[in-house]
């Protein structure tokens, strides 16, 4: 493997490692019990990728079960000698033929495990768990984190296993934080899993879902499909929301950011064994080691009362007058040279009385109400929608170099008047352009 490939398997490795923190997860769930307190009622719930001794959604949701009126809930972990932030330390096990499982020098299984009837020595860092969640078995009277019932899984625990994907089909709701490396590949494997509405089909009608849907109060806008797929609640980084697989189910309105994170940077909790070098890490009075991840979001379909709370903007004229930003106020919007819209370099800059498709920035997402706007495309994929493609131009940078590039098509174009100094512009012939970052391609929604 090259250098460069083998940090960026590093990197994604150590990304695939770090747990979510309880009040973040409680945090998050009570948003949607505030907007609907029977959004889990009767539910099966499945946390995959996930780990109660390790991790804190089992634990929330066993907690809260009967507060959630959880029909069930079903949790599985992935091996700890499958996990690739380990193998760099992993030894081999069995009789060291090629492919034999490894397991990480450190690993030791908890006292919790061990002390179980199924502890199997054999099994314990090369085979999933699964944790199951579904009636009183010490009859205490309440089902809690104390009646979860677990074995080893046939496999490690992968997601896209034969034996997972049977559980994604019996689950009504998907929730964890997958690994980041994975997560486009996580959320089509939600996607694709049957949707417990398509195998009643028989009983309910998909006239009859949209009419139920519409009644919690008539909140999906513009959806092709009103069959609600599979739901959903993963935590994912924003980077994912421009890409060609997840950008188009934002634009139908088939996913939408949660409710509770939309800036900043998350704590999150890691192995002792991750190397603390990026700012920003804590290790608390018991020895627990933590970091700050940046771009971090909960994305889903599960309804929250705050995506449908309007931005409130001003018009493009007081825009113009007052606008804290410097580079609107008294110098208004420019439109772009490869397609016919106007670029709004700020979500809370946005013109609320201007008909036409503006670009707005990525960020717009986080305060997206789709009874308030329509999302019509994005400038890095385009979809097709450029209305112009440039020959090759002269790509000047900050310091003036000058190199050939094609890169102009692959983003929203402004034409500017006179060079740059100090920041990249491009040059065909006598025309000089500026690239803008991504942008979403919106349109306001009037009612008629
Ligand atoms: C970002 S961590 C989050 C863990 C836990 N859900 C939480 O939030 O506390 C992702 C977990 O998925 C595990 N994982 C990595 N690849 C996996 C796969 N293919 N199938 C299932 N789990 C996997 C990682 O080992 C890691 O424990």
Same mark, same amino acid.
């Given at each position: 493997m090259s250098k460069n490939k083998t940090l960026s398997a590093a990197k994604s490795a150590k990304n695939d490692e770090f747990y979510t923190q309880y009040a973040d997860i409680q945090k998050e769930i009570n948003a949607y019990l505030d907007y609907d307190? $029977?959004?889990?009622?009767g539910k099966t719930v499945l946390l995959p990728c996930d780990d109660p001794e390790w991790s804190k959604f089992t634990r929330f949701f066993a907690e809260n079960f009967e507060r959630l009126g959880l029909k069930k809930l079903i949790s599985t972990s992935y091996a700890a000698a499958s996990k690739k932030f380990f193998n760099a330390e992993t030894q081999r096990l !069995? $009789? !060291?033929?090629?492919?034999a499982p490894r397991t990480p020098s450190w690993y030791q299984p908890t006292l919790f495990e061990q002390e179980s009837p199924q502890f199997d020595e054999k099994k314990t860092a090369v085979r999933g768990k699964i944790f199951v969640l579904d009636h009183d078995t010490n009859a205490n009277g309440r089902i809690d984190l104390d009646d979860l019932e677990w074995k080893y899984l046939e496999g490690d625990g992968d997601f896209r296993s034969e034996e997972v994907c049977k559980l994604r089909d019996e689950a009504d709701v998907i929730v964890t934080n997958p690994p980041f490396s994975l997560f486009r590949e996580f959320l089509a494997w939600i996607l694709e899993g049957e949707s417990l509405t398509q195998r009643r089909g028989e009983a309910e009608s998909a006239e009859g879902v949209l009419a139920a849907k519409n009644a919690k109060g008539a909140k999906s806008v513009g959806r092709d499909d009103p069959i609600a797929p599979k739901q959903f609640l993963i935590i994912g980084n924003m980077n994912a929301t421009t890409t060609k697989d997840v950008f188009p189910l934002f634009m139908r309105n088939d996913l939408w950011m949660g409710e509770s994170i939309h800036s900043g940077d998350r704590e999150f909790g890691v192995p002792k064994e991750y190397p603390l070098d990026a700012a920003g890490w804590r290790v608390d009075e018991n020895g627990n080691h933590f970091i700050r991840v940046k771009g971090v979001r909960w994305f889903t379909n599960l309804e929250h009362g705050r995506r449908h709370q309007p931005l409130e903007l001003m018009s493009m004229e007081d825009n113009i007058r007052y606008s804290k930003h410097k580079d609107l106020r008294g110098v208004g919007y420019r439109h772009y040279d490869n397609f016919d819209a106007l670029d709004v370099p700020y979500t809370d800059a946005i013109p609320a009385d201007y008909d036409g498709m503006m670009g707005v920035p990525v960020s717009f997402l986080d305060r997206y109400c789709p009874e308030q706007f329509e999302i019509v495309g994005i400038t890095k994929t385009w979809f097709g929608a450029a209305t112009k493609t440039y020959p090759e131009q002269v790509q000047v940078d900050a310091n003036g170099t000058r190199k050939a590039v094609t890169k102009l098509n692959d983003g929203a174009v402004l034409k500017i008047d006179e060079p740059l100094h100090g920041a990249t512009y491009y040059e065909i012939g006598d025309d000089k352009f500026i690239q803008t970052y991504p942008r979403i391609l919106i349109r306001a929604r009037r009612s008629k």
């Open positions: 307190p $029977d959004t889990f009622m !069995g $009789d !060291g033929r090629a492919g």
